[in-house]
């Protein structure tokens, strides 16, 4: 086995193993989008269409796709949008930034799930990502985002470690989390066996930890009403927005 390279999060190779080892760790994308077009048809009844931000190789989108009935993505890491428009070739899956994007159109609804919303910098970013999001939104219109773990939830120093056996591969990875100021920081070691040989890289990222205070901030001056909807599937909870009928500030 050659030694342990640092790859680049959400690269080729980490997207390569990522939905596979978050499905054996029990990860259930099916049930999540169910849950929330549910949520999105309670706040907005007969909502038909939906865009899901940092929506990654599309296992969400994959059902909301046949629960809706024009639904598109953004993401900007070419090796998971590569994977959503191959599983997903009729839904628009758009290379972008939640920081910045513009796609001309709105929406019915509009997800950010899996904690994407968590890769931004700053609480001031997360107020562009918010209002970007609600700016996609048509009056009325429903914005869901599935936050990282506030900081008085996190536990620092928190390791993990799973094994999966899949198509003739044999996948390892262990993690450790530590807090770094307002992020954590998330080291993954990955092993992967497969008939050509043996690999191993090593992946990090940073997800910002907001309080609740400072999402809800960013959907109040992001012109949409916010309840926070507690535990939900993850155990992190779900920030459920109502975009009011004024113009959102761009
Ligand atoms: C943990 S993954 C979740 C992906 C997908 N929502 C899922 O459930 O599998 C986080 C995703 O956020 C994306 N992301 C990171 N920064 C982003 C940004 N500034 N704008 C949009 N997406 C971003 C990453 O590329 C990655 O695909």
Redesign the pocket.
């Known amino acids: 086995m050659s030694p342990s390279r640092p790859v680049e999060a959400?690269g080729p190779e980490h997207a390569d193993v990522y939905e596979c080892m978050y499905r054996a760790r029990g990860k259930d994308?099916e049930a999540e989008a169910e849950d929330v077009a549910r949520r999105v048809r309670s706040a907005a009844p007969g909502s038909s269409s939906l865009l899901?931000?940092?929506?990654?190789?599309g296992?969400?989108l994959e059902v909301l796709s046949g629960l809706f009935d024009h639904t598109e993505g953004?993401?900007?890491?070419e090796a998971?949008r590569d994977r959503a428009r191959r599983r997903l070739p009729s839904v628009p899956v758009h290379a972008?930034?939640?920081?910045d994007f513009d796609l001309g159109r709105l929406f019915d609804a509009v997800t950010c799930?899996?904690?994407?919303v968590n890769?931004?910098r700053s609480v001031a970013e997360l107020r562009d990502?918010v209002r970007r999001m609600a700016a996609h939104l048509v009056p009325g219109g429903v914005l869901i985002v599935e936050p990282w773990w506030f900081p008085e939830r996190f536990l620092d120093g928190h390791v993990a470690g799973d094994l999966v056996r899949r198509d003739g591969r044999t996948i390892a990875r262990v993690s450790h989390s530590t807090r770094a100021g307002r992020a954590t920081r998330l080291e993954a070691h990955w092993v992967v066996a497969e008939a050509s040989g043996v690999r191993a890289f090593t992946e990090t990222e940073y997800l910002m930890m907001f309080t609740e205070g400072e999402y809800r901030e960013a959907f109040t001056s992001a012109g949409c009403e916010v309840d926070f909807h507690e535990g939900w599937l993850t155990g992190r909870g779900l920030f459920v927005g109502v975009r009011g009928q004024g113009r959102v500030r761009t």
């Open positions: 959400f994308w899901d931000v940092g929506c990654g190789a296992a969400h953004l993401e900007p890491a998971m972008g930034d939640m920081r799930l899996f904690t994407s890769y931004v990502a």
